[in-house]
């Protein structure tokens, strides 16, 4: 099968293009041996089948993190036949840069020139025949967000993958390309040897992923060497403010732009998002108005989905059945309740909003938002996407810790991470909460993992001293989110759920049942008794707390069970002390096993245990603190 990279810089409308193009059919795995997510989808059009594959956005393929790592690697080992270079329309200039080095790669190429809307919008007018003439390969403007030019752009990708030509680079100075066609000369045997040559440059640590011979990289630095004498700075450095250079004078030569006086509205709410003080408010108000959304939605929705499931389990009551099967029936049907009863109705608002808040712009603004207070804790901006992402998940959240170049705020923000209830521990705090407590008691719980963040971040602040940078990084423009990419965000993110934790949770209710009937759980409730008795909470919830490292969701579904009532009705086996108590705790202490597991695999073995050990000690210090605060108050 024909096969097409998407590539392009973070904010053009990459992943909007690939939901216009492949929609909810996309897989999602890791790139081998490392963490960094990539889409594919067979992509069928006009008779025609290839597979699209849409890389994580970089700014270029000199690798400085790890979707830029990733990219490279994508391209000297994997086998692909086209590439579509994604780039805004309305930072043309910029964009550009990143064009220049797809260039060097020598494969079929079609540059998209999306965002079309936004350009217009700032008076920028590009004459695409023109700057296709210059690249030298086809042009094709889009909106990806509303499908404009989806169908033009399939046409040529078809047309080429049958009559493929290769693209031509850009010519560099005569410096360079000198000096790239000496250093290209060890590569004679590789179709790409301009791009190899650039990246052998540029990235050093090549040599461990392709055989480059020693010669090369002498000859590196005597070039090196000459360059900086002559022009008083290395060679990398040298080719980059060339492509800079070039791509500026590209987009001079295409790009007329009309100025208007009159402020977008874009610049109007901007206006209103950064103010030292509104921006705050605003942002905090949308914050506890989506969880009020959550708890309200995720509640409206038990009720309905319940519903079925008590008739289900009235009926399979009546029904006799051996001792050894009635387990099996039990456990199957609560776990089925639990998930799809209890757990999806929280879990889907959840996962809705915080695509909503990526795809409207809201994420990113909030870095910059934050990035004074951020300083005061010992943090940077950047920190905060990968902080708000914590509350969908904290596995992807520690992940996207990578846009953070201080390696000491990388490792600080990805222990606090943990601290975040994320959407498993919003269903456990909604479901419990929110619902039997009120809803001023579930902020309360938010709050105090926020508060503990904080504390946790200025103490490794104090005991590492290293000052965090200014903030760099670019904002994406602020849009009207599309619904279907909304909702294509939120099934891609709860496919995983319904497919993997579902039947995990059946088996959790299951096992747990045949547990109950041979007396194991008792002998772990025991072990685990001076840990229930700190926190107040009956002897039968120790085994429930096993399951929640496994995942959150499953210390939610065993706490029923353990107890022998339903969770709809857990007020008649816990106080509402004791309901807090178990909230607090679930919520604070050990990161599930997914999250230790990609705490592991980006960092090491240590900071995981860390994590783990931290937790678990701020868990129960905590929750100890708050229910003898609330039982000497009488609250």
Wanted: one cysteine or more; proline letters at 5%.
């Amino acid at each position: 099968m024909k096969r097409v990279a998407l590539i392009g810089q973070p904010n053009c409308g990459k992943s909007a293009l690939f939901n216009a193009i492949a929609g909810y059919k996309a897989n999602s795995s890791h790139f081998p041996g490392t963490t960094v997510e990539i889409l594919t989808s067979e992509v069928i059009y006009k008779d025609e089948t290839f597979e699209l594959v849409d890389l994580p956005g970089s700014y270029s393929l000199s690798p400085f993190d790890k979707a830029e790592e990733v990219n490279t690697l994508f391209i000297l080992k994997e086998n692909f036949d086209l590439i579509i270079n994604v780039i805004d329309a309305s930072i043309l200039n910029r964009s550009l840069e990143l064009t220049i080095e797809i260039l060097d790669i020598g494969k079929p190429t079609i540059v998209v020139l999306n965002m079309m809307d936004e350009a217009k919008k700032k008076g920028i007018k590009i004459d695409i025949e023109k700057l296709s003439s210059i690249l030298g390969v086809p042009v094709i403007p889009t909106i990806a967000l509303y499908g404009e030019g989806v169908d033009n752009l399939l046409n040529n990708v078809i047309k080429i993958l049958k009559n493929p030509r290769n693209a031509k680079p850009i010519t560099l100075n005569s410096t360079i390309e000198a000096i790239v066609n000496k250093l290209s000369s060890y590569f004679k045997e590789r179709e790409e040897k301009r791009f190899i040559a650039f990246k052998g440059i540029e990235w050093p640590e090549l040599k461990n992923h392709i055989k480059i011979p020693r010669e090369f990289f002498v000859e590196i630095e005597r070039i090196n060497e000459e360059i900086e004498k002559i022009y008083g700075k290395d060679i990398k450095e040298f080719i980059f403010s060339e492509r800079h250079h070039l791509s500026m004078k590209i987009a001079e030569e295409v790009v007329k732009i009309s100025h208007t006086i009159e402020k977008t509205m874009e610049e109007k709410i901007d206006k209103i998002l950064y103010h030292p003080f509104w921006g705050y408010i605003i942002f905090l108000l949308s914050f506890i108005l989506v969880l009020l959304l959550i708890f309200k939605i995720g509640g409206f929705l038990e009720e309905i989905f319940v519903y079925p499931f008590d008739i289900l389990s009235a009926k399979f009551q009546t029904i006799k059945a051996a001792k050894i099967i009635k387990p099996f029936i039990n456990g199957t049907l609560e776990g089925t309740m639990g998930a799809i009863g209890v757990i999806i109705p929280f879990m889907v608002p959840v996962i809705f909003f915080i695509s909503l808040f990526e795809e409207t712009g809201f994420l990113a603004r909030s870095a910059f938002l934050f990035d004074s207070f951020m300083h005061k804790i010992g943090l940077h901006g950047k920190s905060i996407p990968p902080l708000i992402m914590g509350f969908g998940c904290n596995v992807p959240a520690i992940s996207a810790t990578r846009i953070i170049e201080s390696e000491r705020d990388r490792i600080i923000t990805a222990l606090l991470i943990p601290f975040i209830p994320c959407s498993a521990r919003t269903i456990i705090i909604s479901a419990l909460v929110s619902k039997f407590l009120g809803v001023w008691w579930a902020l309360f719980i938010y709050l105090i993992s926020i508060v503990i963040a904080i504390i946790i971040s200025l103490i490794a602040s104090k005991l590492i001293k290293y000052p965090a940078p200014g903030l760099i990084m670019e904002i994406p423009g602020f849009k009207i989110p599309s619904m279907k990419n909304v909702l294509i965000k939120t099934w891609l993110q709860l496919k995983p759920f319904l497919f993997y934790a579902v039947p995990i949770l059946i088996l959790g209710s299951i096992f747990i049942e045949y547990f109950k009937l041979y007396g194991a759980e008792s002998i772990i409730n025991g072990i685990l008794r001076p840990i229930t008795y700190v926190l107040n909470l009956p002897s039968q919830t120790g085994f429930t707390l096993i399951f929640g490292f496994l995942r959150k969701e499953l210390a939610l579904l065993m706490l029923g069970q353990s107890l022998g009532v339903k969770i709809t009705e857990i007020t008649s086996v816990l106080t509402p002390l004791q309901i807090l108590s178990f909230t607090i705790f679930t919520t604070l202490y050990v990161p599930c096993l997914a999250t230790l597991l990609i705490l592991k695999k980006e960092f090491n073995g240590k900071i995981a245990t860390i994590s783990l050990i931290l937790n678990v000690t701020v868990a129960l210090l905590v929750t100890t603190l708050i229910i003898q605060i609330l039982k000497i108050t009488g609250i």
